[in-house]
T-cell receptor, first 112, second 113 residues
Framework: SQTIHQWPATLVQPVGSPLSLECTVEGTSNPNLYWYRQAAGRGLQLLFYSVGIGQISSEVPQNLSASRPQDRQFILSSKKLLLSDSGFYLC???????????FGDGTRLSIL | EDQVTQSPEALRLQEGESSSLNCSYTVSGLRGLFWYRQDPGKGPEFLFTLYSAGEEKEKERLKATLTKKESFLHITAPKPEDSATYLCAVQADYGGSQGNLIFGKGTKLSVKP
């Protein structure tokens, strides 16, 4: 069966510090991968998606970037965190278009 | 603008009291509608996919239905363990969108024993 792992589960970072969140998927190959942010009182917002190694599409301009160095690894990064980057970050995978996305348990990021 | 609206924002039920959650959407072309359950501090858990008007899916006490403008998640004789936030998401036909979903803000369901 397929599983998705995200770490860390919680993270507290000072403003201006770098960020690296990692997501890995097991039990499938060549999945579509997604990064979302969920802010309190708002719906999930798609940040990035990837259909293959090295292929990244960004949905919104922001302080964050994403990379996919391996087939089942998706990384969310920032060089300098802003207060507005606080939130709940979720990684998801799917078999492709029209298929349901399956989510990890997220990373709660707090910026001080 | 494509939009997904869920109502009510919060719903409190007594155990055994059946009800429905609504998800209304406006998209240029619907590829699919997805229902998820989210527990506090966790990622959303996939429940159902609906692709065309008239389609219905069931799982235990949950039944999802779809029309051309909205979807309903019916909860029959709910139990306290059904308490969670239920999210609705639609996939629009943008051509090459690679499965991008538009999420509603969710309905927080509380079931009291």
């Amino acid at each position: 069966s397929q599983t998705i792992h995200q770490w860390p589960a919680t993270l507290v970072q000072p403003v201006g510090s770098p960020l690296s969140l990692e997501c890995t998927v097991e039990g499938t190959s060549n999945p579509n991968l997604y990064w979302y942010r969920q802010a309190a009182g708002r719906g999930l917002q798609l940040l990035f998606y990837s259909v293959g190694i090295g292929q990244i599409s960004s949905e919104v301009p922001q302080n964050l970037s994403a990379s996919r160095p391996q087939d089942r690894q998706f990384i969310l990064s920032s060089k300098k965190l802003l207060l507005s980057d606080s939130g709940f970050y979720l990684c998801a995978w799917s078999y492709g278009e029209n298929q349901p996305q399956h989510f990890g348990d997220g990373t709660r990021l707090s910026i001080l | 603008e494509d939009q997904v609206t869920q109502s009510p924002e919060a719903l409190r039920l007594q155990e055994g009291e059946s009800s429905s959650l609504n998800c209304s959407y406006t998209v240029s072309g619907l590829r699919g509608l997805f229902w998820y359950r989210q527990d506090p501090g966790k990622g959303p858990e996939f429940l159902f996919t609906l692709y065309s008007a008239g389609e219905e899916k069931e799982k235990e006490r949950l039944k999802a239905t779809l029309t051309k403008k909205e979807s309903f998640l019916h909860i029959t004789a709910p139990k306290p363990e059904d308490s969670a936030t239920y999210l609705c998401a639609v996939q629009a036909d943008y051509g090459g969108s690679q499965g991008n979903l538009i999420f509603g803000k969710g309905t927080k369901l509380s079931v009291k024993p």
